[in-house]
């Protein structure tokens, strides 16, 4: 409980300070220039673009479908399909939010199967984030219950969040990526906050975190 | 302003989405409005615990470990974009990317995601068995049926219509011979059938099935000089492949497995079998006979009906009888390859390899006893040849371009 104030009281000073937010999340913008030459036939451009955007689609699906080994195997389907029809990326989308498009659809059609039994290992996952050891294990829980809940999101809401929390996109690349209205995009994500809020007072109410 | 209207202004504060103006307006409701406060405070954590979120990595390098299978995709592409590029005038990477590979993915998906791989592999050992059954038996009931399944509904209503006149041909020997043997082979097909269900379907549809085969014995027969009993038995399973025809509402599988099934006991066709009603159509059973000259086709080289259609023979095929007893005299090629040698009934004939017509016949006259052996052509198209009489032993020597034959 004592941990939980403390972090609480960090978060709330931390969210004041971040007006601006930290864009660790957002994936870089890929040079147009390497995403023209990958689509003249360059094959090592269209190999060091894949590599430049791995991390962030396996990061999409990871929480998408909340499972390590789904969300390799929807990255690779996601990365082999990018490789093949690079030429039918147009410019007139931003190369990211058309990169999160193909991700979030491999990922609601797995979605959509029977889902698999929860994953042994959900605790090791990789952090790169420099947290001091004491916060560490608290995100650990919090991400622990926060990916549960995010879990319990109907597909659109849980890609939204997903999209806007880990990929840092603006309601506008979002609606471009999940080819939905700024409107309803708005909309899934007001939800999915409020939902979301909901569950987590929920798991405290049940001492989950106290 | 009312909570509501609040509530959307605190979640578009989340996404820094709000102007200076709305920014007061939610700041003075905030003020006086402890439970929007509230709720304030939780989304505002709960943003900035999803901020948060740990940034997973891939365990792996995944273009890494998908650069093998990337090489393969540009193989499979530089092999689809060459005919195309030409035809078409486009860049190669274009048909790579578009139309080379896309098709190939989305069809692998698209079986992932509607296929369990267990029952596509329950399909595929189905299929293993069932052709293990079928090819083991070297029977080719399974081709007949194929070829058979195309025909246009005139041939449903011929082969329906056998099956009725097929009491009437009950009594003739062969179709009791044909009918017997298909009523004991019913139980052992539907024991080959694992789902119980086709067993019904199968059995009742497989006597008619043999009495129609009966009678296509019985018309195919006067065609035929050479008959054995061995055809009947054969004849009458081998036309018991209008079966899966009658029974449209059987599965594919379950067909397989009652032709299978009855192939399981059948021997291999006699060489004769097929030949017996292959030459020309019966004036009814032509549905019959085409199924048992589809089948004469397949066996091996052995059967008399290949012989026609084997370039190397020499006998006439016109006659499929007429081959069937010519069958065996191995023809001796001239040196030009011009004329052909072949003895029959004790005369030395000699063809043209080409018209097939005969240049010259030996006049030799000798007994049946007599033995008579082609020896060799020369080079100016003379042939040797030897006829053993008891002990005696004489040469003669034909010239075909003179017609004419001497004695040595």
Known sequence: MIFYKFYYRIATLWDAAASVRVQEGGIPVVAPELVRAAQAGDRDALITLLREIETHVYRTAYYILNNEQDALDASQEALLRIYTKINSYEEKALFKTWVQRIVTNICIDKFRKARPTVSIDEHEMTFTANHNVEQEIMTGYLAKDIREAIDKLPEHHRSVVVLRYLQDFSYHEIAESLNLPLNTVKSYLFRARQQLQSLLQDYQKGGVRG | ?408
């Open chain 2, 1 to 408: 302003m009312n909570c509501q209207e609040v509530m959307e202004l605190m979640q578009r504060h989340l996404d820094e989405d709000l102007d200076t103006q709305e920014e007061m307006e939610l700041q003075d409701h905030l003020r006086h409005c402890q439970e929007c406060t509230e709720m304030f405070e939780r989304l505002q954590r709960l943003s900035q615990e999803l901020t948060q979120l740990p940034k997973v990595v891939p365990p792996y390098s995944l273009v890494d470990a998908l650069i093998p299978q990337l090489g393969e995709i540009d193989k499979a592409a530089a092999q689809a974009a060459t005919e195309p590029s030409i035809v078409l005038g486009r860049a190669p990477h274009t048909i790579n990317k578009d139309e080379g590979q896309s098709p190939r993915r989305k069809w692998t998906r698209r079986l992932e995601s509607q296929f369990s791989w267990k029952f596509a592999g329950g399909v595929i050992a189905a299929g293993l068995i069932l052709g293990f059954f079928a090819f083991n038996m070297k029977h080719p009931v399974l081709d007949n049926a194929d070829g058979l399944l195309p025909p246009k509904a005139s041939k449903e209503i011929a082969s329906s219509s056998t099956v009725q006149h097929a009491p009437a041909a009950a009594d003739a020997t062969s179709a009791a011979n044909a009918k017997r043997m298909a009523i004991n082979d019913s139980p052992q097909a539907s024991a080959a059938v694992t789902t119980p269900s086709s067993d019904a379907q199968q059995q009742p549809t497989t006597q008619p099935a043999a009495g129609g085969s009966s009678q296509a014995q019985g018309q195919a027969s006067p065609d035929a000089t050479v008959e054995k009993p061995q055809p009947l038995k054969d004849a009458g399973v081998d036309a018991s492949s209008p079966t899966p025809k009658m029974a449209p509402s059987t599965s594919e599988p379950a067909r397989m497995k009652g032709a299978s099934g009855k192939a399981s006991n059948e021997a291999v066709p006699g060489p004769t079998a097929p030949a017996a009603s292959s030459p020309q159509p019966g004036p009814q059973g032509s549905e019959q006979n085409q199924a048992a000259r589809i089948q004469a086709t397949e066996p091996p080289a052995s059967s008399p009906v290949a012989g026609p259609q084997e370039p190397k023979t020499k006998t006439p095929n016109t006659n499929g009888v007429y081959s069937l007893m010519t069958q065996a005299p191995v023809p001796l090629k001239s040196l030009t390859g011009t004329y052909e040698a072949v003895i029959e009934n004790h005369h030395v004939v000699i063809r043209n390899s080409a018209s097939r017509e005969i240049v010259y016949t030996s006049a030799y006259q000798g007994q049946d006893s007599d033995e008579v052996v082609l020896s060799a052509w020369s080079k100016d198209d003379k042939l040797t040849y030897q006829v053993k009489s008891g002990d005696i032993s004489k040469s003669f020597v034909i010239d075909v371009k003179t017609k004419t034959e001497s004695s040595t």
